[in-house]
């Protein structure tokens, strides 16, 4: 397998203290990369750095090959990376295919910008193709706001999707979600890894054992431990981390 994104000591500091700390690791290629550790650990200020939400002030952030360290959002998204937020981040006002219509223009060529909306045929495929994957047929006129919580967060994965980016960073995905809305969200994230390479921010340990392929473990802003779900979990300083004790 070949790394598509790569973190090397990257760091940025506030006020004097060290959000992240020197963190390296490789995302592989249509593989789930999970990001945990208690809250504070550094895991959201460690996805501004690499999505170039915020400058890091040390370490290097490439993609699919390319340096990119310090590229602002749209920069990075127009190299292939998408990312959805811990808090929801929709156009509550407009409709489902609205919000997924404006992701997708992305993928229309500059020259028919100025065409009427219904000849953006590329922005269109891909919506059409969002809604079928993402079971929307039936929301496609209601607003963003009117959705379920859990409707909410799985338009936000179709939104950071629409642009088919290579690498997709999901920050907490299933929270606030009822049980059913977790499992159902979980086997779909699971099934986009075979289109995308996933690096996840996750609470919920049981999905993350379920679903991820490698473990990223984030202590007071340092890498704390990386592997298998297998080695995370048998890991003492892991333990120690998160129940106080090995």
Do not use: W
Not at 15 to 24: E, F, H, L
Not at 26 to 53: C, D, Q, Y
Not at 144 to 170: D, F, K, N, T, Y
Request: net charge negative.
């Amino acid at each position: 397998m070949t790394a598509v994104l790569e973190v090397h000591d990257l760091s940025v500091a506030f006020g004097g203290i060290r959000a992240v700390d020197g963190v390296s690791f490789a995302a592989e290629r249509n593989a789930i990369t999970t990001i945990i550790g208690p809250n504070g650990a550094g895991k959201s200020t460690l996805f501004n750095l690499v999505s170039g939400l915020i400058p890091p002030d040390g370490g290097r952030v490439v993609l699919d090959g390319v340096d990119r360290t310090g590229e602002p959002p749209h920069l990075m998204q127009r190299a292939g990376l998408g990312r959805s937020f811990q808090i929801t981040n929709l156009f509550f006002e407009l409709t489902v295919f609205e919000n997924l219509r404006l992701a997708a223009q992305r993928l229309e060529n500059p020259m028919r910008f100025l065409l009427p909306v219904g000849r953006s045929d590329c922005a269109l495929t891909r919506v059409d193709e969002l809604i079928a994957r993402f079971s929307l047929a039936e929301k496609t006129s209601e607003l963003a706001g009117a959705l379920s919580h859990g409707e909410q967060r799985r338009l936000e994965i179709a939104v950071a999707l629409a642009a088919q980016p290579s690498v997709l960073l999901l920050d907490e995905p299933t929270q606030g979600m009822s049980h059913a809305d977790t499992a159902d969200t979980s086997k779909l994230i699971r099934g986009l890894a075979k289109d995308v390479t996933i690096l996840l921010i996750e609470h919920d340990i049981g999905v993350v054992m379920d679903i991820s392929d490698r473990i990223v473990v984030m202590h007071q802003g340092k890498k704390l431990a990386e592997g298998a779900p297998s080695t995370v979990r048998n890991d003492p300083a892991v333990k120690a981390a998160y129940f106080g004790h090995a």
